[in-house]
């Protein structure tokens, strides 16, 4: 989805787009909060901001998930599913690092981009 961002952009734009996507590189899963949190007046940076939380929720969740069930296979010693389940993880942390940094590129290049199936869940969070 292409827009044109808003009027009233702030000085410190990059910043608050930079960590709005920042935490796939540095863990940190509640990093996109910031931006949402300090920089209210722009409306672009803060849907970037609600866009990197709900990539970080989903990474969150996910590797929970697959995690969780390569440590049960690994307590029934099923190790080739348990290793099964570290792949896919690490299949499904290289495609959210991908997606991250074509949404940065795309905000920086002042385009709204998301995933359709995600839309619906950006529509419904206003901070």
Do not use: Q
């Not at 991908?98 to 995933?115: D, Q």
Request: charged share 15%.
């Amino acid at each position: 989805m292409d827009e044109t961002p808003e009027i009233n952009e702030t000085s410190n734009r990059s910043v608050w787009l930079l960590l709005s996507y920042l935490w796939i590189t540095t863990c940190c899963v509640f990093l996109p909060v910031i931006p949402m949190v300090v920089e209210r007046e722009d409306e672009f940076a803060k849907w970037h901001a609600k866009h990197g939380l709900i990539l970080a929720l989903l990474w969150f969740l996910l590797s929970v998930g697959l995690l969780g069930l390569a440590n049960f296979m690994g307590m029934l010693d099923w190790d080739s599913l348990k290793t099964i389940f570290y792949i896919l993880w690490g299949v499904a942390g290289s495609a959210f690092l991908v997606l991250c940094l074509v949404a940065m590129m795309k905000a920086f290049a002042g385009e709204r981009w998301t995933l359709s199936v995600l839309r619906g869940f950006l529509d419904k969070l206003d901070f």
